[in-house]
């Protein structure tokens, strides 16, 4: 049973899945793991026929904790400030639409379709004022609340609502100093004293205050977050105390995630700028990877990210999945074709014929779309033009071996001269001389160079390796059977005969 469908398996009646970010920065992958597992959860109980909707809350109202690695020191002066309420660090939007925008775009291209609610317009439209009310009415149960569950140490006389100062525009430099719906009059300690109306925007409940609220104010019944918020004493252990305490609602159905760490660099955080954006990945990644990734993950498992040969392998094992889910291979996961069902972005009638590492192969050995259509052809690929996915599929591959493929998996062509020893010339003539009886295809290819080896004093290690100098002046390439394949055989007649003729 997939993870989803194990969470609804006793859920009744109608569902709200919320999400939700705080946009203080690029919107990474790290981050694609709540909103791709809450769609994931929404779609799983469509599919079990339960009604359900599916919500991203983007907290917009948050402060900006500090000036971050990516910003430049000018926004010394924004610290404190409201997203929703500093200037993009380009162009005319707002702190948090700049952020955001990318995000929503993404998210469009993997299938992720919430109803994405700005937390301001929350407030603005006086969607929590009631919310806000009652915690205001019954604050110092909240106060016992957050101290004896989250170890807090509240003391004095104090307030769930974090006004906006009218005058220097900071919301963590307030302290409500009365409360008389619908105004709570504040300080700041800019020397400002003024009030603000719990109707609209002028303020907001502070984050332990703010989430069951939004549980209340919007009816949600299941929410994933992250393993911090889960904690003994955590987020959702004063929120669910709030929840029934306070708001007399049972709180959501919590699935903690665990993390996703960039490989070599750590767990992904704006704040730290070690982040690659989900923007990014779409670049360099065909779109179903970054579902699948979450969907054959269970949430509890932590999740190691390599952009780089650890990509193609992910990419390798979600075009196994896709072969299984069609009768064509096998896999070690029970749930495979629910994995699938909620990688996929499109329906196929069979899996698709060209493989993402054949196209990275073929990108490095044909430069235009002729040659590319003529190969892919040869590959199984049955139109007369390159259609829109599989032109997406190639442009991804060029970006992906611009930017974050290692060396050894770059290769060019070489003209270059080869000096072999004999025992290399007597394979190499050898699969020269029978060239013409073998089947062209990459498995007959790669069956026939290890007949060869076999007849021969090399390892073959060592035997491999004199194909790849010849071809790429390397001792490693891609798969012989594919390259050799896809170069053509009257390539390698050509080049193969140049090469025994110089070392002749």
Same mark, same amino acid.
Request: charged share 25%; net charge negative; hydrophobic share 35%.
């Given at each position: 049973?997939?993870?989803?469908?194990?969470?609804?398996?006793?859920?009744?009646?109608?569902?709200?899945?919320? *999400?939700?970010?705080?946009?203080?920065?690029?919107?990474?992958?790290?981050?694609?793991?709540?909103?791709?597992?809450?769609?994931?959860?929404?779609?799983?109980?469509?599919?079990?026929?339960?009604?359900?909707?599916?919500?991203?809350?983007?907290?917009?109202?948050?402060?900006?904790?500090?000036?971050?690695?990516?910003?430049?020191?000018?926004? =010394?002066?924004?610290?404190?400030?409201?997203?929703?309420?500093?200037?993009?660090?380009?162009?005319?939007?707002?702190?948090?639409?700049?952020?955001?925008?990318?995000?929503?775009? *993404?998210?469009?291209?993997?299938?992720?379709?919430?109803?994405?609610?700005?937390?301001?317009?929350?407030?603005?439209?006086?969607?929590?004022?009631?919310?806000?009310?009652?915690?205001?009415?019954?604050?110092?149960?909240?106060?016992?609340?957050?101290?004896?569950?989250?170890?807090?140490?509240?003391?004095?006389?104090?307030?769930?609502?974090?006004?906006?100062?009218?005058?220097?525009?900071?919301?963590?430099?307030?302290?409500?100093?009365?409360?008389?719906?619908?105004?709570? =009059? +504040?300080?700041?300690?800019?020397?400002?004293?003024?009030?603000?109306?719990?109707?609209?925007?002028?303020?907001?409940?502070?984050?332990?205050?703010?989430?069951?609220?939004?549980?209340?104010?919007?009816?949600?019944?299941? =929410?994933?977050?992250?393993?911090?918020?889960? @904690?003994?004493?955590?987020?959702?252990?004063?929120?669910?105390?709030?929840?029934?305490?306070?708001?007399?609602?049972?709180?959501?159905?919590?699935?903690?995630?665990?993390?996703?760490?960039?490989?070599?660099?750590?767990?992904?955080?704006?704040?730290?700028?070690?982040?690659?954006?989900?923007? =990014?990945?779409?670049?360099?990644?065909?779109?179903?990877?970054?579902?699948?990734?979450?969907?054959?993950?269970?949430?509890?498992?932590?999740?190691?990210?390599?952009?780089?040969?650890?990509?193609?392998?992910?990419?390798?094992?979600?075009?196994?999945?896709?072969?299984? +889910?069609?009768?064509?291979?096998?896999?070690?996961?029970?749930?495979?074709?629910?994995?699938?069902?909620?990688?996929?972005?499109?329906?196929?009638?069979?899996?698709?014929?060209?493989?993402?590492?054949?196209?990275?192969?073929?990108?490095?050995?044909?430069?235009?779309?002729?040659?590319?259509?003529?190969?892919?052809?040869?590959?199984?690929?049955?139109?007369? +033009?390159?259609?829109?996915?599989?032109?997406?599929?190639?442009?991804?591959?060029?970006?992906?071996?611009?930017?974050?493929?290692?060396?050894?998996?770059?290769?060019?062509?070489?003209?270059?001269?080869?000096? %072999?020893?004999?025992?290399?010339?007597?394979?190499?003539?050898?699969?020269?001389?029978?060239?013409?009886?073998?089947?062209?295809?990459?498995?007959?290819?790669?069956?026939?160079?290890?007949?060869?080896?076999?007849?021969?004093?090399?390892?073959?290690?060592? @035997?491999?390796?004199?194909?790849?100098?010849?071809?790429?002046?390397?001792?490693?390439?891609?798969?012989?059977?594919?390259?050799?394949?896809? %170069?053509?055989?009257?390539?390698?007649?050509?080049?193969? /005969? /140049?090469?025994?003729?110089?070392?002749?």
């Amino acid at each position: 049973m997939h993870w989803s469908e194990s969470l609804l398996k006793d859920v009744s009646g109608d569902q709200r899945i919320s *999400t939700g970010i705080s946009p203080s920065g690029p919107i990474h992958i790290g981050n694609m793991r709540e909103i791709l597992t809450g769609d994931i959860i929404y779609k799983e109980a469509l599919k079990l026929g339960i009604r359900a909707s599916f919500i991203y809350l983007c907290d917009d109202m948050d402060p900006l904790r500090k000036v971050y690695p990516f910003l430049p020191g000018s926004y =010394e002066r924004y610290v404190g400030h409201p997203l929703s309420m500093i200037p993009a660090p380009d162009g005319d939007k707002t702190y948090s639409e700049y952020f955001l925008e990318p995000f929503k775009e *993404t998210i469009d291209k993997i299938d992720v379709r919430p109803e994405i609610i700005s937390t301001t317009s929350l407030y603005k439209n006086g969607v929590l004022s009631r919310a806000i009310d009652i915690a205001m009415n019954n604050r110092e149960k909240i106060k016992n609340i957050l101290n004896s569950i989250g170890n807090y140490k509240i003391t004095g006389d104090w307030y769930p609502y974090e006004p906006v100062c009218k005058s220097c525009g900071r919301i963590n430099t307030t302290t409500v100093i009365s409360y008389n719906y619908p105004y709570a =009059e +504040y300080k700041c300690k800019c020397g400002y004293t003024g009030k603000a109306d719990i109707r609209t925007d002028d303020g907001k409940m502070p984050w332990r205050v703010e989430w069951p609220a939004k549980w209340f104010s919007l009816h949600v019944t299941i =929410e994933p977050f992250g393993k911090d918020h889960g @904690a003994a004493g955590g987020s959702y252990d004063t929120g669910k105390a709030i929840a029934s305490d306070i708001f007399n609602i049972n709180p959501p159905l919590p699935l903690l995630y665990e993390r996703i760490f960039l490989k070599g660099k750590g767990v992904m955080h704006s704040s730290t700028g070690v982040v690659i954006p989900a923007s =990014e990945m779409i670049k360099f990644s065909p779109p179903e990877i970054i579902r699948f990734l979450i969907a054959k993950n269970n949430p509890g498992r932590h999740i190691d990210f390599d952009p780089g040969p650890g990509l193609l392998n992910l990419i390798d094992e979600y075009e196994k999945y896709e072969r299984a +889910y069609f009768g064509l291979d096998s896999v070690k996961d029970d749930d495979y074709k629910d994995v699938y069902e909620l990688s996929r972005l499109k329906i196929l009638k069979e899996p698709e014929k060209i493989t993402f590492r054949h196209i990275v192969t073929l990108v490095q050995i044909y430069n235009n779309n002729d040659a590319l259509l003529s190969a892919l052809k040869r590959s199984g690929y049955e139109k007369d +033009y390159i259609d829109d996915y599989i032109m997406n599929e190639i442009d991804t591959a060029r970006y992906w071996l611009e930017k974050y493929a290692p060396p050894e998996m770059k290769f060019s062509l070489t003209d270059e001269n080869i000096n %072999l020893n004999d025992d290399e010339r007597k394979i190499v003539n050898e699969f020269l001389e029978n060239i013409d009886n073998i089947e062209w295809s990459p498995d007959s290819i790669h069956n026939y160079v290890y007949d060869i080896i076999g007849r021969s004093k090399m390892r073959p290690q060592d @035997a491999f390796a004199v194909f790849y100098k010849i071809l790429i002046g390397r001792s490693r390439g891609p798969r012989l059977g594919y390259f050799i394949y896809n %170069l053509g055989r009257e390539y390698i007649i050509k080049r193969f /005969s /140049s090469i025994l003729a110089e070392t002749f």
